[in-house]
């Protein structure tokens, strides 16, 4: 069936320094991939998102890869800051179901 | 612009009781996505609705239902409830396929 994995579970790095978070998916009719913020108590916030006919876009200090050959794609967050500590989730979806398939997500702890 | 609105905040439910949940979309979206997520799990896709249609569901069961109303709000209706439908259950709103959540509705069944 369906699935996304979503690599590591947890992450601590020193405030400046950069964090990647890995995701493999199963559907290769997969053609959208959001990537989700979620702050503790706080709804899940959408922060870049990347489709299949793109293999990099960044924004700022994020950054997205997408491999569709290997079916994986990456979340980069360079010079981490504090406030970039919460969970991490990635998704894969398609235009024809839209339906949302999500890893089990990453706790990103930036250490002052 | 308002953001995706879910009411209530929290809820307490007994064991076997029957709750609804409900969303309201942001301005011009039109589909409405309902989601789980239990403590410490990622979140698991419900029920998808467009257009007043249900479009998709996930493998959950038949207790869990839903409905969209022609303003394109919504409600998710949880029968006979079971001490794991404790959760936070979020909505979330699109008028493409970006979809953008509210900020949930925390469950606790006793």
């Known amino acids: 069936g369906e699935n996304v994995e979503q690599h590591p579970s947890t992450l601590s790095v020193q405030e400046g320094d950069s964090a990647v978070i890995k995701c493999t998916y199963s559907d290769s009719a997969s053609n959208y991939f959001p990537w989700y913020k979620q702050e503790l108590g706080k709804r899940p916030q959408l922060i870049i998102d990347i489709r299949s006919n793109v293999g990099e876009k960044k924004d700022q200090r994020i950054a997205v890869t997408l491999n569709k050959t290997a079916k994986h794609f990456s979340l980069h967050i360079t010079e981490t800051q504090p406030e970039d500590s919460a969970v991490y989730f990635c998704a894969a979806s398609n235009s024809g179901t839209y339906k949302y398939i999500f890893g089990t997500g990453t706790r990103l702890k930036v250490l002052a | 612009e308002a953001g995706v609105t879910q009411s209530p905040t929290h809820l307490i439910k007994t064991r076997g009781q029957q709750v609804t949940l409900r969303c309201s979309p942001i301005?011009?979206?039109?589909?409405v996505y309902w989601y789980q997520q239990a403590l410490g799990l990622g979140l698991q896709f419900l029920l998808w609705?467009?257009?007043?249609?249900?479009?998709n569901r996930g493998n959950f069961p038949p207790r869990f239902s839903g409905r969209q109303f022609p303003n394109y709000s919504s409600e998710l209706n949880v029968n006979a409830l079971e001490l794991e439908d404790s959760a936070l259950y979020l909505c979330?709103?699109?008028?493409?396929?970006?979809?953008?959540f509210g900020p949930g509705t925390r469950l606790t069944v006793t």
């Open positions: 979330a709103s699109s008028r493409n396929i970006e979809q953008y």
């Open positions: 609705y467009d257009e007043g249609e249900e479009r």
């Open positions: 301005s011009g979206h039109t589909s």
